[in-house]
């Protein structure tokens, strides 16, 4: 409510600090009386001569010519747009030239609704755009809150549907994992031995080859490993020794006597050749 005549009055009374020294020796040729009846213009231009010299203005007008609004915050981009438009007021001159600046820097989602709603002043675009961020700002929350509902469903309908097909997937990429890799047999166990000797026993429909060591169809070399004697290209069911070979418990070999043709000795233990040479 500062009459025209005394702005330059009341704006040089709240300077402070250097400002205030600065104007006190500004005013000290002429009195202070005197100083006061300068323009309210003339004043400002002594100001930014002192205190905004042109290579500050240029880094402010720069800022200005970048300046958007960023995600969500309106609050942050209008505070600055305000303060940036009151030391810049080159570039924006006029209402309407601040009013392009302002709503051609929103985000564009809300940019054309601004526009289309025809503000005629600074205020109700901000009112707008305000009430135009709030409404996407409750959009994506309530989205984001059914995308993760939706997930959790479809994740528990998921772990549920495939829960009785485990077994039978794992146990299916086992019997494929046999037809293509030899080494997995040596590493059998008696239940996968069982399996195979089900397979082979009930009707076989692939098209491996029968193998005439161990009666599984399969291909490549036969690496079926037997768990009594450890030795490869039988069954367990079909092995022929009673007991498991062992380092403790060997099992015999079938050996023959070249010096007196017998069975069950070497030549070198050979008690009659012995005694012949004796």
Avoid at 220 to 230: A, L
Avoid at 271 to 277: E, G, M, Q, V
Wanted: a positive charge; hydrophobic letters at 25%.
């Amino acid at each position: 409510n500062c009459a025209k005549e005394n702005r330059v009055t009341f704006a040089t009374g709240t300077l402070i600090d250097d400002a205030l020294s600065w104007w006190n020796a500004y005013a000290q040729p002429d009195g202070i009386e005197q100083a006061n009846k300068i323009t309210w213009t003339e004043l400002k231009r002594l100001l930014t001569n002192k205190y905004c010299p042109r290579t500050e203005v240029k880094k402010m007008e720069d800022e200005f010519n970048n300046l958007v609004m960023k995600g969500y915050n309106l609050k942050t981009y209008v505070r600055r747009f305000q303060e940036l438009a009151v030391l810049c007021p080159n570039m924006v001159p006029n209402t309407e030239k601040l009013m392009e600046a302002f709503i051609g820097r929103l985000p564009r989602s809300i940019e054309g609704n601004v526009i289309a709603s025809k503000p005629q002043t600074q205020k109700e675009a901000i009112n707008r755009a305000q009430r135009l961020m709030d409404q996407i700002i409750r959009h994506n929350s309530t989205q984001d809150t059914h995308d993760h509902k939706q997930k959790f469903d479809d994740k528990n309908t998921t772990d549920n549907n495939n829960y009785p097909n485990d077994c039978n997937n794992n146990y299916q990429n086992n019997h494929n994992n046999h037809d293509h890799n030899n080494d997995h047999y040596q590493q059998q166990n008696r239940k996968q031995e069982t399996f195979k000797t089900y397979v082979a026993t009930n009707g076989y429909t692939r098209n491996r080859p029968l193998c005439e060591r161990c009666t599984l169809h399969h291909i490549g070399p036969c690496s079926v490993k037997c768990q009594n004697c450890n030795r490869v290209g039988h069954l367990t069911k079909n092995c022929r020794n009673r007991r498991p070979t062992t380092k403790n418990n060997p099992q015999p070999v079938s050996v023959t006597c070249n010096a007196c043709g017998e069975k069950g000795h070497y030549t070198n233990q050979c008690l009659k050749a012995n005694n012949k040479a004796t």
